[in-house]
């Protein structure tokens, strides 16, 4: 095999925009000041994520989050920091539940409007429908962010 | 091919040919199959005897009166005949059949644990366990007041003889419950050895055999152990059975596990007494089918023979060390001297479930994660590896084709 395979068998759930969120978060920080965190943690395979979050006014100001995990959890962990910010409580619970439908059926689920343009930034996840063991890898920082949200210290698992 | 350069006669390509579900292809490529250490594929003749079993003879065993019983009774007890020969043991008695090794761990924990182990004893078990191993162990010292001690494991994924034969100076151990041969780091622990410290020290030994079953020949008398437990579906057989087999006096000490039919002699409302070894041990209707069909497993490798295996496997996992050596990145876990088929890696670039993932694409399946043994990940500082594992039917090609798709990776991960 050459440098110059095309990877074209490896890329359906390998985006680039996962490579490189996975290889370099953006959010990939832990925050001094914050208005609450949570742990996510999967048994299964052993990842880890702590989000913390600190709002501004009645909406999401900022994510930050650590991750010791796959390509997958932290590239979720980073494009989630990255949607939410600025979107209100009861609009990133939602956001969730459309989400995770998408990335247990692969499909972009009928959703709000307002869903329509965060769901697009998140569908290059939308590929590890294909592998049932993987989707919590996508799914986990989503809980931990939600029990941050809920005030509950962790995640509780699927 | 390289295997025409394999030290002894074997040959993989008529061997492949009795493995049915080799034959297929995984995303439009030739399955690569390597995580036999997780479960083995199955050979004709074993899913051959258990639909024959089913198709001309099946019925319950132990009690029917009638021509169908009597036939399968013959071919599940068949398989104790064959199992105690496998293993060389003085008695046929002395196998108890279990659902798998982790069944028989349980089943010894429980029986030999609280029947016959005292509260303030200890049991020791490694740094290289596999939760089957450990979990148990944990129940009983919670249950019963026994201590338990780790012996630990070197940087090389070596058990720490001095350090083992430390723990048991005090007297207080009653058992040792370690690995034949780690199913992370393939080590083969000296069996030998840790038995003659042990008795020297008043403490029997069980070993699990359920890796070093598949890769050695276990001759549980010339080892000198008191116990020894595996599991059928890795040595090609089906899943659903296992076995425990003990010294028969040790194994007529040690109270039921589990009450129910097949286990009893007698039975009033009053009280029940308790059937001969190995019965005592198993109640309920037993895993005919896969008894059947293990019987068929046994046969099998027997026939290929365990110096033909030990000597393909060496090969390729010599081929497969030394190819993972040049490639940048990629951290081989365990060095030790004695080992069999079974290989943990990292890569630098990439976390092993997406190593994991990313071979599959190409086909070849490994196994990522913590693979049952969360404390030796923590003693090497990792969460997961990567881990290829072979068996009979794996290739020189195959080493190839899995280290070609590693460097993709990371490649790929650059």
Known sequence: ?158 | MNVMTNPVAFDVVRIREDFPILKQTIRGKPLVFLDSAASAQKPRIVIDAMVHAMETQYANIHRGLHWMSERTTEAYEATRDAAAALMNANDRSEIVFTGNSTGAINLLAHSYGRGVLKPGQAVVISGMEHHSNIVPWQMLRDAHGIELRIAPVTDAGELDMDAFEALLEDGKVGLVAITHMSNVLGTITPAERIVKIAHAHGAKVMFDGSQAIVHRKIDVQALGCDFYVWTGHKLYGPTGIGVLWGRKELLERMPPFMGGGDMISSVTYETSTWAAVPHKFEAGTPAILEGIGLKAAIDYVQTIGYDAMAAHEASLTEHALARLATVDGVRVLGQAQDRGGVISFTLDKAHSHDVATLLDRQGIAVRAGHHCAEPLMRRFDLDSTARASFGVYTTHDEIDALVDGIIRVREFFQ
């Open chain 1, 1 to 158: 095999m050459s440098a110059s395979d095309s990877f074209d068998d490896l890329r359906d759930l390998y985006q680039e925009v996962i490579l490189d969120h996975g290889r370099k978060p953006r959010h990939g920080i832990r925050l001094d000041d914050f208005d609450t965190t949570a742990k996510g943690d999967n048994p299964m395979c052993g990842d880890r994520v702590q989000v913390w979050v600190k709002f501004a006014d009645d909406s999401i100001g900022r994510v930050g989050f650590e991750a010791r995990g796959c390509a997958i959890s932290v590239a979720s962990a980073d494009l989630m920091a990255e949607t939410v910010q600025g979107r209100s409580k009861t609009n990133t619970r939602a956001l969730f539940a459309a989400f995770r439908e998408m990335a247990r059926t692969g499909i972009c689920p009928v959703c709000d409007p307002s869903l329509a343009e965060p769901i697009e930034r998140l569908a290059p996840l939308a590929g590890v429908h294909e592998y049932p063991s993987r989707v919590k890898c996508a799914t986990l920082p989503w809980h931990a962010l939600i029990a941050a949200l809920d005030g509950a210290k962790e995640a509780s698992s699927e």
